[in-house]
């Protein structure tokens, strides 16, 4: 009877903790500033918080059939995400989009402060 208390407390705190990831990769989608950062984001929320949130309900579950399938759910996902996201990104930069680094926000401000200047 503990176990199964145990088994589920830790199962809730899984699913607690894969929609916190899963919040915090859709706040990543629209603050971050290129596809490839936002894929970034949506990519490791996505995997992470999938598949803790199937951990979870696996344990939950316990030692039934429906543990079973929830495991192949999660292989599914650890498998199928990361290559999704380089499907995203080689398309993006097969259509010509450029990353944006971090040295472009600096290089512009300072081309704008030098034109600006009489």
């Known amino acids: ?16 903790a894969g ?5 915090v990769g859709a706040v990543g989608l629209l603050r971050l ?10 990519s490791v ?13 696996m344990l939950i579950a316990g030692p039934t ?12 996902f650890g498998l199928m995400t990361p290559v999704a ?8 930069l097969h259509a010509g989009v450029k990353p944006q680094l971090a040295d472009d926000g600096a290089q512009a401000t300072a081309q704008e402060a030098e ?3 009489p």
Request: hydrophobic share 65%; net charge positive.
């Open 45 to 57: 929320a996505d995997t992470l918080g999938a598949g803790a949130i199937l951990v979870g309900l």
């Open 33 to 42: 500033p290129d596809i490839f950062t936002r894929i970034h984001a949506a």
């Open 65 to 76: 059939l429906a543990a079973v399938k929830l495991f192949f759910l999660v292989l599914f």
């Open 85 to 92: 996201t380089h499907a995203l990104a080689r398309a993006a």
């Open 19 to 23: 929609a916190i990831f899963m919040l």
């Open 1 to 16: 009877m503990i176990v199964d208390l145990i088994r589920e407390w830790l199962g809730g705190g899984l699913v607690v």
């Open 115 to 117: 034109k600006s200047t």
